[in-house]
C-alpha cells in the first residue's frame, strides 16, 4: 500500500491543477445540489422493536386521525397572586387563547381547561393540551411561532404563561462553538508549523470535505429521509477528522523535507507513510460509525452512515488534495525546524542540539516505564470508580435549565397537579381477539389502579369499533425517576396475567414509557456494538501492525479511557461535582446515548492518534533500531503533532460545555475528557510504557498467521526501493494504474 499511495501522492502533487479541479469541481457539484434540493419533508421518527412502538402503530391503525406519535404542548397558566383563574377576566383570556392556538395547520386538536377538568384544586393553575399532527422533529417553525406568541399574548392580559412539551423541540445550534473550536485549532496549527501557509492546508481542506459531505447530505436529504440532525454528526466529525488526517499528512512532508529530498519525492513519501496510517485510521471511524446500525434505530444509524461518507471525503482528500496544494504552496512551506520569517524565521535556533520536548518525554517513559504505566492506570481507574454508579434515562423538561419555558411550565404543572403529571402513560388495550372487551378494558383499569406509585387512572376510551381501548395514567413520581420506571414494568408484567384471563394484549407508551424503551434499547445494543467495533478494528490494527499484542494494547486502553471519562460524566452530571464551573442546573441521569456516543466517536479518534504514533515506531523498528529506541524514534516524530490534534479535538469539543442545552453540554464535556485521558494518559504515557516493558515482545506475530495476513506496508518499508531514478516522472502515471 505503502508503494501505491507513495505514487499517487507524487501524481497529485505534479497534476496539480488536475487534482484541484476535480475537488473543485465536486464542491460545486454538491452545492449546487443542496441549492436546488426539494425542501425536504417530514421526517420519520421510530424505534422499531420497542413496546411503546408497537402501541403507537397500533394506534394509528384503530384510532385513524388520532397522531399517536404527534407533537404535544401545554400551555401553562397561573393566575397572579391571590386570583384564581376561574375569574371571569382570566377565564375569558384563556378560551381566546385557546381559540387562537386552534388556528394552527398541524394542530389535531386543542383542550379546553374549563371542559376537561385542566384546572388545579386550589384554582390557581390551568392548562390546555395542544396535540399536533407530526412529531417535534418534524413541526415546522411557523407551528412553533404561532405557539408561543399566543402564550405571548396570554402573558401580555395579566397572566403567568409558560410553554413544555415536546413541540418546542429544536435542533441545537452549534454555530458559534463550530466558529470557535475553528478558531482555536487555528491558533494550535500556526503553533505547531510556524507558518500560517502550513497551517492553513488543513484547516482548508477539512472545511472543504465538510462541504461537500453536508451539501451532499443536504442533496439528498428529501430523498433518502434524511433529519436535520444528520448533518450535524457529519459536521463535527468531518472537521475533527478532516484537520487530524491532513495535519499528519503535512507534519510528514515537512519531516521528509528536513531529511533534504525534493518536494515532489517529499510530497509522495508523506502520503505513502502517514498516508497509510490516515487509510487505517480512517477505515477505524468509519466501522465505528457504520457499527451505529447495531443499535436499530433508524435516526442514528443514518447519521452514523452519513458521518461514516464525510470521513471517508476527508482520507480522499488528505490523499490527493494535500500534495496537490503543498505543490502550490511551493518552498513557501518549511521543513520542520524551520519557520516562516513572521514566526522567528531565519533566526538561529537557541538550543539547536537539545532534544524535542517529545523525545525528552519519551526517553524519561523508556527509563521508568513500570511507575509511569501504573501512575496511568491507577488515574485512569480511579476517575472510572463513579462509572459504577452510572444511571442512564433521557431527558425531559426536567432537566431543562430554569431560565427555560419548558422547565417553568414543568415546575408548574408539578406545583398544581403533582409531580406525575409531567410523565403520563398511556396504556392501549387490543382485545380484538377477546369475546368481552367491555370487561378486558375494566379488569386493566382496576388492576392498574390498585398499582404503587399510581396517582390517577382515567376510565378506558375505545375506539368507534370497541375493539380497542387508552387508558391515562398518572404516576406518583416524576418522569426521571426509578420509581416511574418500575410503574412501566409493573403494568407489562400484569399484561401476561390479563392477556391469559381476557385474550385482550396491552402496550404501555407515551413520551416516558418511549424514553424508558429508548433508554434500554440503547443499553442493550451496547455490548454488541462493542464487541462489532472493537473487534473488527482488532483485526484491523493486526494486519496493520502485524502484531498481537499492540492491537490489544490500543484495545484496552481505549476501553479504560471510556469508562475514565463515564466516571467524570457521572460525577459532574450526576452527583454535581464541579456542576457550577461547568453551569450544570439540575443534575439527574446520564443520557442513554452517551456510552454508544462516545465508544463510536472517542474509538475513531483514539485509534487515529493510536494508528500515527505507533506506526512511527514500527517504521522505525522494522527499519533496525532497537524497540526502546524506536519508542523514542516516534514521539520524536509524532508527539508534537498527536497532541496539537488532541488539543484541536478538545477545544471543538469543549465549545459544546457552553450550551444551554443539557444534552449538548453533556455531550461536549464527554468527548472532551475522553480525548484528553485518551490521548494524553493512554496514547503518550501508557503506550509507550507498555511498548518498553514488551520490547520486542511488543511485535511478536504467530509465523502461521505472519504468511496468511497480507502485507499493507503501513510503515513504508516497501518505499526504500524507490527512488527518484527508479521510478521515471514519464512512466509514474502508467505505473499508478498498474499499482
Given at each position: 500500500?505503502?508503494?501505491?499511495?507513495?505514487?499517487?501522492?507524487?501524481?497529485?502533487?505534479?497534476?496539480?491543477?488536475?487534482?484541484?479541479?476535480?475537488?473543485?469541481?465536486?464542491?460545486?457539484?454538491?452545492?449546487?445540489?443542496?441549492?436546488?434540493?426539494?425542501?425536504?419533508?417530514?421526517?420519520?421518527?421510530?424505534?422499531?422493536?420497542?413496546?411503546?412502538?408497537?402501541?403507537?402503530?397500533?394506534?394509528?391503525?384503530?384510532?385513524?386521525?388520532?397522531?399517536?406519535?404527534?407533537?404535544?404542548?401545554?400551555?401553562?397558566?397561573?393566575?397572579?397572586?391571590?386570583?384564581?383563574?376561574?375569574?371571569?377576566?382570566?377565564?375569558?383570556?384563556?378560551?381566546?387563547?385557546?381559540?387562537?392556538?386552534?388556528?394552527?395547520?398541524?394542530?389535531?386538536?386543542?383542550?379546553?381547561?374549563?371542559?376537561?377538568?385542566?384546572?388545579?384544586?386550589?384554582?390557581?393553575?390551568?392548562?390546555?393540551?395542544?396535540?399536533?399532527?407530526?412529531?417535534?422533529?418534524?413541526?415546522?417553525?411557523?407551528?412553533?411561532?404561532?405557539?408561543?406568541?399566543?402564550?405571548?399574548?396570554?402573558?401580555?392580559?395579566?397572566?403567568?404563561?409558560?410553554?413544555?412539551?415536546?413541540?418546542?423541540?429544536?435542533?441545537?445550534?452549534?454555530?458559534?462553538?463550530?466558529?470557535?473550536?475553528?478558531?482555536?485549532?487555528?491558533?494550535?496549527?500556526?503553533?505547531?508549523?510556524?507558518?500560517?501557509?502550513?497551517?492553513?492546508?488543513?484547516?482548508?481542506?477539512?472545511?472543504?470535505?465538510?462541504?461537500?459531505?453536508?451539501?451532499?447530505?443536504?442533496?439528498?436529504?428529501?430523498?433518502?429521509?434524511?433529519?436535520?440532525?444528520?448533518?450535524?454528526?457529519?459536521?463535527?466529525?468531518?472537521?475533527?477528522?478532516?484537520?487530524?488526517?491532513?495535519?499528519?499528512?503535512?507534519?510528514?512532508?515537512?519531516?521528509?523535507?528536513?531529511?533534504?529530498?525534493?518536494?515532489?519525492?517529499?510530497?509522495g513519501r508523506a502520503v505513502g507513510t502517514a498516508g497509510s496510517a490516515v487509510v487505517f485510521a480512517g477505515l477505524t471511524v468509519v466501522i465505528a460509525l457504520v457499527g451505529l446500525s447495531v443499535v436499530n434505530i433508524p435516526m442514528l444509524t443514518k447519521m452514523g452512515v452519513a458521518a461514516a461518507g464525510t470521513v471517508a471525503i476527508a482520507v480522499l482528500i488528505a490523499l490527493t488534495l494535500i500534495p496537490a496544494l503543498l505543490g502550490y504552496a511551493g518552498r513557501k512551506v518549511k521543513p520542520t525546524g524551520e519557520r516562516s520569517r513572521l514566526f522567528g524565521g531565519g533566526r538561529p535556533p537557541k538550543n539547536p542540539g537539545r532534544p524535542n520536548m517529545g523525545t525528552r518525554w519519551a526517553s524519561f517513559v523508556v527509563r521508568r516505564p513500570l511507575a509511569v504505566l501504573l501512575l496511568g492506570v491507577v488515574g485512569l481507574g480511579a476517575a472510572a470508580v463513579p462509572a459504577a454508579s452510572l444511571?442512564?434515562?433521557?431527558?425531559?423538561?426536567?432537566?431543562?435549565?430554569?431560565?427555560?419555558?419548558?422547565?417553568?411550565?414543568?415546575?408548574?404543572?408539578?406545583?398544581?397537579?403533582?409531580?406525575?403529571?409531567?410523565?403520563?402513560?398511556?396504556?392501549?388495550?387490543?382485545?380484538?381477539?377477546?369475546?368481552?372487551?367491555?370487561?378486558?378494558?375494566?379488569?386493566?383499569?382496576?388492576?392498574?389502579?390498585?398499582?404503587?406509585?399510581?396517582?390517577?387512572?382515567?376510565?378506558?376510551?375505545?375506539?368507534?369499533?370497541?375493539?380497542?381501548?387508552?387508558?391515562?395514567?398518572?404516576?406518583?413520581?416524576?418522569?426521571?425517576?426509578?420509581?416511574?420506571?418500575?410503574?412501566?414494568?409493573?403494568?407489562?408484567?400484569?399484561?401476561?396475567?390479563?392477556?391469559?384471563?381476557?385474550?385482550?394484549?396491552?402496550?404501555?407508551?407515551?413520551?416516558?414509557?418511549?424514553?424508558?424503551?429508548?433508554?434500554?434499547?440503547?443499553?442493550?445494543?451496547?455490548?454488541?456494538?462493542?464487541?462489532?467495533?472493537?473487534?473488527?478494528?482488532?483485526?484491523?490494527?493486526?494486519?496493520?501492525?502485524?502484531?498481537?499484542?499492540?492491537?490489544?494494547?490500543?484495545?484496552?486502553?481505549?476501553?479504560?479511557?471510556?469508562?475514565?471519562?463515564?466516571?467524570?460524566?457521572?460525577?459532574?452530571?450526576?452527583?454535581?461535582?464541579?456542576?457550577?464551573?461547568?453551569?450544570?442546573?439540575?443534575?439527574?441521569?446520564?443520557?442513554?446515548?452517551?456510552?454508544?456516543?462516545?465508544?463510536?466517536?472517542?474509538?475513531?479518534?483514539?485509534?487515529?492518534?493510536?494508528?500515527?504514533?505507533?506506526?512511527?515506531?514500527?517504521?522505525?523498528?522494522?527499519?533496525?533500531?532497537?524497540?526502546?529506541?524506536?519508542?523514542?524514534?516516534?514521539?520524536?516524530?509524532?508527539?508534537?503533532?498527536?497532541?496539537?490534534?488532541?488539543?484541536?479535538?478538545?477545544?471543538?469539543?469543549?465549545?459544546?460545555?457552553?450550551?444551554?442545552?443539557?444534552?449538548?453540554?453533556?455531550?461536549?464535556?464527554?468527548?472532551?475528557?475522553?480525548?484528553?485521558?485518551?490521548?494524553?494518559?493512554?496514547?503518550?504515557?501508557?503506550?509507550?510504557?507498555?511498548?518498553?516493558?514488551?520490547?520486542?515482545?511488543?511485535?511478536?506475530?504467530?509465523?502461521?498467521?505472519?504468511?496468511?495476513?497480507?502485507?499493507?506496508?503501513?510503515?513504508?518499508?516497501?518505499?526504500?526501493?524507490?527512488?527518484?531514478?527508479?521510478?521515471?516522472?514519464?512512466?509514474?502515471?502508467?505505473?499508478?494504474?498498474?499499482?
Open positions: 500500500m505503502a508503494t501505491f499511495l507513495y505514487k499517487l501522492g507524487r501524481l497529485a502533487f505534479r497534476r496539480r491543477h488536475f487534482v484541484a479541479l476535480i475537488w473543485v469541481a465536486l464542491l460545486t457539484l454538491a452545492g449546487v445540489g443542496a441549492a436546488s434540493a426539494p425542501a425536504p419533508g417530514t421526517t420519520s421518527f421510530s424505534i422499531p422493536g420497542t413496546e411503546a412502538q408497537k402501541a403507537f402503530d397500533l394506534l394509528e391503525q384503530r384510532f385513524p386521525g388520532m397522531s399517536a406519535d404527534g407533537a404535544t404542548a401545554r400551555v401553562v397558566f397561573k393566575a397572579p397572586a391571590g386570583e384564581k383563574m376561574t375569574d371571569a377576566d382570566h377565564k375569558a383570556t384563556v378560551e381566546k387563547t385557546v381559540h387562537e392556538l386552534s388556528d394552527g395547520s398541524e394542530v389535531a386538536s386543542v383542550a379546553d381547561p374549563y371542559t376537561g377538568n385542566a384546572v388545579s384544586k386550589d384554582g390557581t393553575i390551568a392548562y390546555s393540551s395542544v396535540k399536533y399532527k407530526v412529531s417535534g422533529m418534524e413541526l415546522e417553525d411557523a407551528d412553533k411561532d404561532a405557539l408561543k406568541g399566543a402564550a405571548q399574548h396570554a402573558r401580555d392580559a395579566g397572566l403567568t404563561v409558560e410553554v413544555g412539551g415536546d413541540a418546542l423541540t429544536a435542533v441545537p445550534e452549534t454555530g458559534s462553538t463550530e466558529v470557535i473550536g475553528i478558531a482555536i485549532a487555528a491558533v494550535v496549527l500556526v503553533i505547531t508549523f510556524g507558518s500560517l501557509l502550513a497551517a492553513g492546508l488543513p484547516l482548508l481542506t477539512a472545511l472543504i470535505g465538510v462541504g461537500i459531505g453536508v451539501s451532499s447530505i443536504t442533496a439528498l436529504a428529501s430523498v433518502l429521509d434524511l433529519g436535520s440532525t444528520t448533518s450535524t454528526l457529519a459536521t463535527m466529525i468531518g472537521l475533527a477528522v478532516g484537520i487530524d488526517y491532513a495535519l499528519f499528512i503535512v507534519s510528514r512532508y515537512r519531516a521528509e523535507l528536513a531529511e533534504g529530498r525534493e518536494r515532489e519525492q517529499a510530497a444511571e442512564l434515562g433521557l431527558p425531559d423538561d426536567g432537566s431543562q435549565p430554569t431560565s427555560t419555558t419548558q422547565r417553568r411550565a414543568y415546575d408548574l404543572l408539578s406545583e398544581g397537579f403533582g409531580a406525575g403529571f409531567n410523565g403520563p402513560l398511556m396504556v392501549v388495550v387490543d382485545a380484538g381477539g377477546s369475546d368481552d372487551p367491555k370487561a378486558a378494558f375494566s379488569r386493566v383499569h382496576d388492576e392498574i389502579k390498585g398499582m404503587d406509585d399510581v396517582a390517577t387512572v382515567t376510565p378506558a376510551t375505545a375506539n368507534k369499533a370497541g375493539d380497542t381501548a387508552t387508558i391515562t395514567v398518572i404516576p406518583d413520581s416524576k418522569p426521571s425517576s426509578a420509581t416511574t420506571e418500575d410503574l412501566v414494568h409493573s403494568i407489562r408484567d400484569a399484561g401476561d396475567g390479563i392477556t391469559s384471563a381476557t385474550d385482550a394484549t396491552i402496550y404501555v407508551t407515551g413520551s416516558t414509557a418511549m424514553n424508558i424503551d429508548v433508554s434500554q434499547k440503547l443499553n442493550d445494543a451496547l455490548l454488541p456494538y462493542l464487541t462489532l467495533v472493537v473487534g473488527l478494528a482488532f483485526l484491523l490494527l493486526i494486519v496493520v501492525f502485524r502484531s498481537i499484542l499492540v492491537p490489544l494494547k490500543a484495545a484496552l486502553g481505549f476501553l479504560l479511557s471510556v469508562l475514565a471519562a463515564l466516571g467524570a460524566v457521572v460525577a459532574v452530571f450526576q452527583w454535581g461535582w464541579l456542576s457550577g464551573l461547568m453551569g450544570v442546573e439540575e443534575t439527574g441521569p446520564v443520557m442513554s446515548m452517551m456510552p454508544i456516543f462516545m465508544v463510536g466517536v472517542v474509538f475513531g479518534l483514539a485509534m487515529d492518534y493510536e494508528v500515527f504514533l505507533v506506526t512511527r515506531m514500527r517504521e522505525a523498528h522494522v527499519h533496525g533500531e532497537k524497540p526502546s529506541q524506536a519508542v523514542v524514534t516516534g514521539f520524536r516524530h509524532g508527539a508534537r503533532v498527536v497532541t496539537a490534534a488532541a488539543v484541536i479535538m478538545i477545544a471543538v469539543f469543549s465549545g459544546f460545555i457552553g450550551s444551554s442545552e443539557a444534552m449538548i453540554k453533556m455531550i461536549g464535556f464527554g468527548l472532551a475528557i475522553a480525548v484528553f485521558f485518551d490521548a494524553f494518559v493512554v496514547r503518550m504515557a501508557i503506550v509507550p510504557a507498555v511498548l518498553a516493558l514488551l520490547g520486542k515482545r511488543a511485535w511478536w506475530l504467530p509465523k502461521w498467521l505472519d504468511r496468511v495476513l497480507p502485507n499493507v506496508d503501513v510503515e513504508g518499508e516497501g518505499l526504500r526501493t524507490v527512488s527518484d531514478g527508479h521510478v521515471r516522472d514519464g512512466d509514474e502515471d502508467k505505473e499508478l494504474v498498474r499499482a
